[in-house]
């Protein structure tokens, strides 16, 4: 008879932390090491606007990982608004943590993993919490948590306190650079000494934090005015062509990989962000751009957004993009599994999990 799973549960502090980077990098270390991983994300809170019916990180890391379909468990709630109401006004009584039992089925597998809620308390009303979903399946909790400033110590502590003996450890990552040797050197044996293991520091990427000029389309409603076939590009900041054009150009040179958000009648503007690291202009006013910008940015191969915005709405809804980017770019998949590589202790979590006799040599 196959014998029964163990389960590890990746929570985080704050949503946006980094969970299913953090599930796709150890799953991808995890299976080198020869070990036979199924995945599941209880509480749904991204769905497929198609399909309605697929959580779109477990049919994203299904692929990515090239997990069959019975190495998936089910996603037993939908964490939206309409389902919140519902309980709220009791016409919802379903025994959450019952049917998070038939999680406890699966057998064959050597390891579980499963992408917690975005924080400590989302799924609560639920009773399915961060720790009341470990408790359910029995499951260690890995907690990510994104590096903002030396805070991050009260709030780890106080995590520890209240998932207790269920904490596994904890990934820092979105570290700065310049402070990796900070919390290398300090805030890890500080941690480590408080019964609280670390299990990797991430610097900080660009390139994770990115956004393709695709996703901007969709959160803008764009018009894609030319180059359709490069929104693959990826944006790493934003910049606001506002200025005289002098200003605006010493301005773009500062910049990398940007997306520029200007008036669709400053050609000046325009022209300057093309020849400097753009890889999209985002126009407002419905104004089209003359002739000779389309045809510069064809030959630069850099798309053009027509936007039924102003300016500050388009600025705030890419900065939003910018904090709440998802991990669906093949490039990205590819740096997250080589920087857990590099700095995941992947044999310890093993070790921990006690998960060592699975390995093959």
């Not at 016409?91 to 089925?105: M, S």
């Not at 102003?310 to 920087?339: H, M, W």
Request: proline content about 4%; some cysteine; hydrophobic content about 40%.
């Amino acid at each position: 008879m196959p014998k029964s799973a163990k389960y590890l549960l990746v929570g985080s502090t704050e949503a946006y932390s980094g969970k299913s980077a953090t599930v796709l990098g150890m799953a991808h270390q995890l299976k080198t090491k020869g070990l036979d991983l199924a995945y599941g994300k209880p509480l749904g809170t991204c769905w497929n606007s198609e399909t309605k019916d697929v959580e779109e990180d477990v049919q994203f890391v299904a692929k990515v990982l090239d997990l069959p379909t019975d190495r998936l468990q089910p996603t037993i709630l939908a964490l939206d608004e309409p389902t919140i109401q519902k309980r709220i006004r009791g016409d919802d009584r379903v025994d959450y943590p019952q049917a998070l039992k038939k999680y406890l089925q699966m057998r064959g597998p050597d390891l579980v993993l499963l992408e917690g809620p975005a924080n400590l308390e989302e799924g609560s009303l639920f009773d399915l919490s961060l720790r009341q979903v470990a408790e359910g399946v029995n499951a260690k909790i890995l907690l990510v948590a994104r590096f903002q400033s030396l805070l991050i110590v009260g709030a780890l502590i106080s995590a520890r306190r209240r998932l207790g003996d269920r904490l596994l450890g904890v990934l820092i990552n979105d570290i700065p650079v310049n402070r990796l040797e900070e919390v290398k050197t300090t805030v890890q044996p500080y941690l480590e000494e408080r019964g609280i293991p670390i299990f990797g520091l991430l610097p900080r990427s660009a390139l994770l934090r990115s956004v393709s000029v695709n996703e901007l389309v969709h959160q803008l409603k764009a018009e894609v005015l030319c180059r359709a076939d490069r929104l693959d590009l990826m944006v790493e900041s934003l910049s606001i062509g506002a200025m005289n054009v002098n200003s605006a150009l010493k301005y773009f040179r500062k910049g990398r990989n940007m997306a520029v958000v200007t008036g669709g009648d400053r050609t000046d503007i325009q022209l300057a962000a093309l020849e400097t690291s753009t890889q999209c202009l985002i126009l407002t006013g419905q104004m089209p751009p003359s002739a000779a910008i389309l045809s510069r940015a064809e030959d630069l191969e850099i798309p053009i957004l027509s936007v039924d915005l102003d300016t500050l709405s388009t600025v705030e809804i890419v900065d939003q993009a910018f904090g709440q980017v998802r991990v669906n770019e093949p490039v990205k998949v590819e740096y997250i599994c080589n920087s857990m590589t590099e700095n995941f202790d992947v044999d310890r979590l093993i070790a921990e999990l006690g998960l060592e006799t699975a390995v093959t040599a």
